[in-house]
């Protein structure tokens, strides 16, 4: 961590007005207008998409052993400078066999501006590739599971959590990502409101001012893992084939 992140001073400014009231509400959060001007401007993948209008939403928290859960008409929380920079921030993919072969995989930019993904297929993936400290770990325990370092949180821009079939069937969408931060403060997302397909955006994270933003996506992508990455914005990735960056 940064000597310059202050895990107790104030949550920072946030743009534009919220619809939505909340008690653990404060300032509001512009997303679309001020966090992801990339996805903005990314182009729509093979099936169009209509751009999204703009959205604001509060600045809703988490506390230390809480339970948050996120849906399209409440789709953000905002991790506290603690809960952003301590310990580790895991994404797991908590679903049946009757889904299919489903694999987790992250789009990122790190603040180097080095953008690529990690993918659960086989052994653990790391990033950057070959590193000696991976800011990113991707493996298979009980389920697919994405790990963040947060010691190097300052490091990261964004991410976009994926989730593909590995044998590019069609998955019907069930279960839950689970995000669990540092204290067990779980964020939870619930996957069977996605539409059936073989690639879907489940949630992105935005780096705003030291504090991780959390937005649920929840978007079917007809498409590639590689299309959906350039639809939200990773359009500075190289790639081998549809699903496989060079790296």
Same mark, same amino acid.
């Given at each position: 961590? %940064?000597?310059?992140?202050?895990?107790?001073?104030?949550?920072?400014?946030?743009?534009?007005?919220?619809?939505?009231? %909340?008690?653990?509400?404060?300032?509001?959060?512009?997303?679309?207008?001020?966090?992801?001007?990339?996805?903005?401007?990314?182009?729509?993948?093979?099936?169009?998409?209509?751009?999204?209008?703009?959205?604001?939403?509060?600045?809703?928290?988490?506390?230390?052993?809480?339970?948050?859960?996120?849906?399209?008409?409440?789709?953000?929380?905002?991790?506290?400078?603690?809960?952003?920079?301590?310990?580790?921030?895991?994404?797991?993919?908590?679903?049946?066999?009757?889904?299919?072969?489903?694999?987790?995989?992250?789009? *990122?930019?790190?603040?180097?501006?080095?953008?690529?993904?990690?993918?659960?297929?086989?052994?653990?993936?790391?990033?950057?590739?070959?590193?000696?400290?991976?800011?990113?770990?991707?493996?298979?325990?009980?389920?697919?599971?994405?790990?963040?370092?947060?010691?190097?949180?300052?490091?990261?821009?964004?991410?976009?959590? *994926?989730?593909? %079939?590995?044998?590019?069937?069609?998955?019907?969408?069930?279960?839950?990502?689970?995000?669990?931060?540092?204290?067990?403060?779980?964020?939870?997302?619930?996957?069977?409101?996605?539409?059936?397909?073989?690639?879907?955006?489940?949630? %992105?994270?935005?780096?705003?001012?030291?504090?991780?933003?959390?937005?649920?996506?929840?978007?079917?992508?007809?498409?590639?893992?590689?299309?959906?990455?350039?639809?939200?914005?990773?359009?500075?990735?190289?790639?081998?084939?549809?699903?496989?960056?060079?790296?």
């Amino acid at each position: 961590m %940064s000597s310059s992140l202050d895990l107790d001073s104030p949550a920072p400014a946030v743009p534009a007005a919220a619809p939505r009231a %909340s008690a653990g509400a404060s300032t509001s959060l512009d997303l679309d207008a001020g966090a992801a001007p990339a996805r903005q401007q990314a182009a729509a993948p093979a099936a169009a998409r209509a751009p999204a209008a703009a959205r604001s939403y509060p600045v809703v928290r988490v506390a230390p052993r809480g339970r948050t859960i996120l849906s399209r008409k409440a789709p953000t929380v905002t991790l506290t400078r603690t809960q952003t920079g301590i310990g580790t921030l895991t994404f797991e993919a908590a679903v049946s066999p009757e889904v299919g072969d489903l694999r987790l995989g992250v789009a *990122y930019q790190l603040r180097s501006g080095l953008s690529s993904t990690v993918q659960v297929t086989g052994g653990n993936r790391l990033a950057p590739p070959r590193s000696r400290r991976p800011v990113l770990v991707g493996a298979h325990e009980r389920y697919e599971r994405i790990s963040v370092d947060l010691r190097q949180s300052p490091d990261i821009e964004r991410l976009a959590i *994926y989730a593909f %079939s590995e044998s590019r069937a069609q998955l019907k969408w069930g279960g839950t990502l689970i995000v669990t931060t540092f204290a067990g403060a779980k964020i939870e997302v619930p996957l069977e409101q996605l539409p059936a397909g073989e690639v879907a955006v489940l949630m %992105s994270l935005y780096n705003i001012k030291g504090e991780f933003v959390l937005r649920a996506e929840l978007e079917t992508i007809a498409g590639s893992i590689r299309e959906a990455a350039r639809a939200y914005g990773y359009d500075q990735i190289s790639w081998l084939d549809d699903r496989t960056p060079v790296e």
